[in-house]
């Protein structure tokens, strides 16, 4: 069983109950002999509090349910990345400042690397892997190829997942939301004009 | 038979070559599946964090690793500077921890105890007489031509100016690295971010002690390299280290902040000049002194390049020195030290123009006399004119209209050789038709992949997607490292000699077998022709090679015209300046750019775009900022370490300078050129909008308000 079936991490629902239980498990799985300190900090704490040892965690990425042996500090980046080999997302600075790490949960674009593998729980990760597989080929990925939108590709899957979600969220963006709207992701070769024809070019140039 | 010739195809039977052609590696890039080696994942891989040291110069105390040894998770650490060491500049690594995660190398980093005694640092790299005072400066020569005094006192026009441009990081997205797995005591796998397949193998097998052919160096993609990754580097053998003490592959790449700080930096250089013309304009001297950094080694940007480009200016004085600083040494950095050169000599001109009331367009025009390619350059800044519409939008400088946003042109000219590497390749023709090639080559992007294949593709006749090339291991034959823009001539070259001497076996065995004469052979859309008509397929001509393939080496670079060197290349911006925030902004910049023979256009174009970007990156933004007091590099990170983003660039037109004579030279180089002469173009459309030079390179809002406060240039 897993430790946190029947927990709310995310919200200000977790109270001190929820975490006992989980800590107890988390506790007898691995002897932990730290849990009467981290039971006294949680006393005083109204906010996600975990064990420190690695528990299992089941993360569903890009359609599969995957159950990873991971610490809480644990980063969804490095879990994508170290644990399920998905390496599409790319570790650029720790600070996530550049979004080579974008990946979309339930729809959404987070950067990877600034959220926990804990924290993402039964929600669907999609990966920048998910836009093409055999034979099919998400327009992004085929916009990024056709207008050579990539030199050295190492910020390119993050831009194209940036991308996507951005088109998908305005279908029919103009320039001027497209420099906006990508403008949380970082190129070093300078690949930004590709990215812009290929983008305009989904979105109908806005019209 | 005629005499059968090494030569590229006439311009107009081209039926690959020249055209826009997706890169064949683009849907693995894309979709993330392409394995750079910070990707590389082998079973049980251990991850290596950091220690590095942080301040300006020290040396080591203590370090004591035992807690360390003992964090769980940590399978081996290995100490880069021991005690009585001597750490000479910020970000100098002093210990690696491999552990089982990479969070529990980070416990394993924090569980290491080390002392320092602060020694004295240096790290301003502009102030000379600081410098000088701390004894930190060198001469670094000095030389004359003619007579600058006299010329001096017959000079019409004299201006006098003080230039500059900053240090650089290459900020490689993929900092530097590896993944290293051993096979028994001395079998080594490396996957290695590298420009330098071929030439990396030693440089792991000296320091460990095993034969350099137990290394095995593999590079499918790299995340950037700018000049910086050429050698496997102490962290590299570091990596192979961890992995024996610890019995498992281990994959050590650079944290951001330490790939900021000793991953590779760009000189800087400023520079005090003296420039003077006649009454017509004509540039009669040039005099400077320039000084910078390229870390500790104490060197500058080059002196016998100065005045760059313009080396005919009759009378000349110049002199460098340089500055020893506490900062991490400097690499190649893309086309060095050109785009410095250039940020220091055509500044000069244009100030020169702005002295004499002149439109800057006809100064440059004037003097190109002076550089080595005049013709290219006229045509060149003709085409620039009209694209970004120079005439109309002229004015004189300062007079750049409206009340807190001024706007301004300027350009810049540059040069570069981009002659073909030294490079070998092994050309396979399978007996059912397949075609593949091998070579220890690598791909940074540029898109040397998709140039091979088009190679092949063009000679066989066949679609580009028919041929599979192999790069990326040491195993192949050897290839030139990529760095000089040598590496599209460096491999077009020897494909398209191995793919005519295997065309021709081929074409003999057809005439044999149809009867038909074999000069009257040619290879087109899969088929064998004869005077245009079909004779056989690709796969039936090749189905006589009988059961062995057929296996032809291609060697470059030859002297028989597939590929040459040197390259113009002439940029143009308009640009807007906020007098009251000092932001400048891009409205348009102009690439026109020649580069002999093009065999890819769209990814030739992508090399110039990124050109002009990484130029408006060390134009505005970017610069490695350093704490005198500690001695620290205080921007080593992607936030504050600014780069351009996706709004930030403004509407580029690239222009691919190609008349016949271009295509005649054969291939050239095009990597460098385009990233040169972009920051001058700007600094020189800044200073047209706002009548004031901004001196140093980047133009910050910081600075650019400094210089208006200051007044005239």
């Given at each position: 069983m897993r430790d946190r079936d029947d927990q709310n991490r995310s919200g200000p629902d977790f109270n001190r109950r929820d975490f006992l239980k989980g800590s107890a498990a988390a506790a007898t799985a691995t002897a932990m002999a730290t849990q009467g300190s981290e039971e006294a900090v949680a006393a005083n704490l109204k906010t996600n509090v975990f064990a420190a040892a690695a528990q299992n965690v089941t993360l569903n990425v890009n359609g599969k349910d995957h159950t990873v042996k991971v610490e809480p500090r644990v980063t969804l980046l490095h879990v994508l990345r170290n644990n399920l080999n998905l390496t599409g997302c790319k570790e650029v600075d720790e600070r996530s400042a550049d979004g080579a790490d974008t990946v979309l949960i339930d729809g959404k674009t987070v950067l990877a690397g600034s959220r926990l593998a804990i924290e993402c729980e039964d929600k669907k990760i999609h990966t920048v892997e998910s836009l093409r597989r055999g034979e099919k080929v998400d327009a992004v990925v085929a916009g990024f190829v056709k207008h050579d939108a990539m030199q050295c590709g190492f910020c390119t899957p993050g831009f194209v997942v940036a991308t996507r979600a951005f088109l998908d969220k305005?279908?029919?963006?103009?320039l001027a939301d497209i420099q906006k709207g990508l403008g949380g992701n970082i190129c070093r070769c300078g690949t930004y004009q590709g990215i812009t024809m290929c983008a305009l070019e989904i979105s109908k140039g806005g019209k | 038979m005629a005499e059968r010739k090494v030569a590229w195809k006439k311009r107009a039977d081209n039926t690959l070559i020249g055209g826009d052609h997706q890169r064949i590696d683009g849907f693995e890039k894309a979709s993330g599946h392409a394995k750079y080696a910070a990707d590389i994942n082998t079973a049980g891989t251990l991850f290596a964090r950091l220690l590095t040291f942080k301040g300006g110069a020290a040396v080591v105390k203590s370090i004591d690793i035992a807690d360390a040894e003992k964090t769980p998770g940590v399978r081996a650490v290995e100490v880069f500077n021991g005690a009585g060491k001597e750490v000479r500049w910020d970000g100098t690594i002093v210990a690696a921890v491999a552990a089982d995660t990479p969070e529990q190398a980070e416990d394993g980093v924090r569980a290491i105890k080390v002392t320092y005694e602060a020694k004295p640092h240096w790290v301003d790299e502009e102030d000379l007489p600081g410098a000088t005072t701390s004894k930190r400066t060198k001469p670094l020569g000095d030389n004359q031509k003619g007579d600058v005094a006299a010329a001096l006192k017959a000079a019409k026009h004299v201006h006098k100016g003080y230039y500059g441009i900053a240090t650089i990081s290459h900020m490689c997205l993929e900092t530097h690295g590896s993944h290293c797995e051993w096979d028994g005591d001395d079998k080594l796998k490396v996957h290695l971010s590298t420009q330098n397949v071929s030439g990396t193998g030693g440089q792991f097998a000296g320091p460990l002690g095993i034969d350099a052919s137990n290394v095995s160096i593999t590079c499918n993609y790299i995340g950037g390299g700018f000049g910086s990754k050429f050698a496997a580097d102490e962290w590299g053998v570091k990596c192979a280290q961890l992995s024996k003490k610890a019995g498992k592959p281990v994959r050590l790449m650079l944290d951001r902040a330490t790939e900021l700080k000793i991953g590779g930096t760009r000189p800087s250089g400023f520079a005090e000049v003296t420039i003077a013309a006649d009454a017509e304009g004509n540039i009669t001297v040039w005099d400077s002194h320039h000084w910078g950094t390229s870390g500790i080694a104490g060197s500058t940007i080059s002196l016998g390049q100065l005045p760059y480009c313009f080396d005919g200016i009759p009378n000349r004085n110049r002199k460098a020195t340089g500055i020893s600083t506490n900062t991490g040494p400097n690499r190649a950095w893309r086309a060095p030290p050109h785009p410095q050169l250039c940020a220091v000599t055509d500044t000069v001109i244009d100030d020169l123009a702005a002295k004499m009331g002149a439109n800057s367009y006809d100064i440059f025009m004037k003097n190109l006399d002076k550089t080595p390619k005049p013709d290219v350059y006229a045509e060149e800044m003709k085409i620039g004119a009209k694209l970004i519409d120079w005439k109309a939008k002229w004015h004189a400088h300062g007079k750049g209209g409206g009340k807190s946003v001024k706007r301004g042109l300027g350009m810049a000219l540059h040069r570069w050789g981009g002659r073909a590497g030294a490079t070998t390749c092994t050309v396979k023709v399978h007996p059912d038709g397949a075609v593949e090639t091998f070579l220890g080559s690598q791909d940074l992007g540029t898109g040397t992949r998709t140039v091979i294949a088009i190679t092949l593709a063009e000679t066989f006749g066949l679609g580009i997607n028919d041929v599979k090339v192999n790069l990326?291991?040491?195993?192949?034959p050897k290839a030139n490292p990529s760095g000089g823009s040598i590496t599209v001539g460096g491999v077009s070259g020897p494909h398209r000699r191995a793919g005519l001497e295997a065309l021709w076996k081929i074409y003999d065995l057809v005439a044999a077998k149809y009867k038909v004469k074999a000069d009257s052979l040619s290879a087109k859309g899969g088929k064998i022709l004869s005077a245009g008509k079909s004779v056989c397929t690709w796969k039936q001509a090749c189905g006589l090679l009988g059961p062995m393939p057929l296996e032809v080496q291609g060697q470059g670079p030859k002297d028989d015209g597939l590929t040459s060197a040197g390259v113009a290349g002439v940029q143009m911006a308009d640009v807007s300046v906020d007098i009251e925030t000092g932001i400048v902004r891009i409205n348009e910049l102009v690439a026109v750019q020649d580069c002999g023979l093009i065999i890819d256009e769209l990814t030739a174009r992508s090399q110039v775009y990124g050109g002009l970007i990484m130029g408006i990156a060390y134009a505005l933004s970017e610069e490695r900022v350093m704490d005198?007091?500690?001695?620290?590099?205080?921007?080593?990170d992607l936030e504050n370490y600014k780069l351009p983003r996706i709004g930030d660039i403004g509407k580029l037109m690239v222009h691919m300078y190609q008349p016949d004579s271009e295509y005649e030279r054969g291939v050239v180089g095009l990597g460098e050129p385009p990233v040169i002469s972009t920051g001058a173009a700007i600094s020189n459309a800044v200073a047209n909008a706002t009548?004031?030079?901004?001196?140093?390179?980047?133009?910050t809002p910081q600075r650019v308000l400094e210089a208006l406060k200051g007044g005239q240039a």
């Open positions: 305005n279908p029919k963006a103009s | 990326g291991n040491n195993s192949y005198k007091r500690t001695g620290r590099f205080i921007n080593a009548g004031v030079r901004v001196p140093v390179q980047p133009l």
